[in-house]
Nanobody, 127 residues
Framework: QVQLVESGGGLVQPGGSLRLSCRTS????????IAWFRQAPGKEREGISY????????NYGESAKGRFTTSRDNGKNTVYLQMNNLQPEDTAVYYC????????????????????WGQGTQVTVSS
């Protein structure tokens, strides 16, 4: 059973940092990709980052470039999203997703490319 569990969200002041975790189970991470998305109230789900362990490919959305970094804990089935210099506009629920079982893509940062999602973790950036 494919499962994704996010953690690490919380309240942080502007300019601060957070590291989100996505713990995976039920599939072999080496063969698939993990993408991070976020969704703020009233807005569409936005692609933040993509890491493919089969092709060693990493992509970032425009809002993440230069501030966010995605990585994996070697030997563990956990993917991280390190977020630095957070700003109020980064406030959202953050989700991880995997392309397990998919052979077609609308785009690596498009939410329609993913069928398996975690429950999300809230990130609030406020003074």
């Amino acid at each position: 059973q494919v499962q994704l569990v996010e953690s690490g969200g919380g309240l942080v002041q502007p300019g601060g940092s957070l590291r989100l975790s996505c713990r995976t189970s039920g599939f072999t991470l080496n063969y698939y990709a993990i993408a991070w998305f976020r969704q703020a109230p009233g807005k569409e789900r936005e692609g933040i980052s993509y890491i493919n362990f089969s092709t060693n490919t990493i992509n970032y959305g425009e809002s993440a470039k230069g501030r966010f970094t995605t990585s994996r804990d070697n030997g563990k089935n956990t993917v991280y999203l390190q977020m630095n210099n957070l700003q109020p506009e980064d406030t959202a629920v953050y989700y991880c997703a995997t392309d397990y079982g998919r052979t077609d893509y609308a785009g690596v940062l498009s939410p329609v490319s993913y069928d398996y999602w975690g429950q999300g973790t809230q990130v609030t950036v406020s003074s």
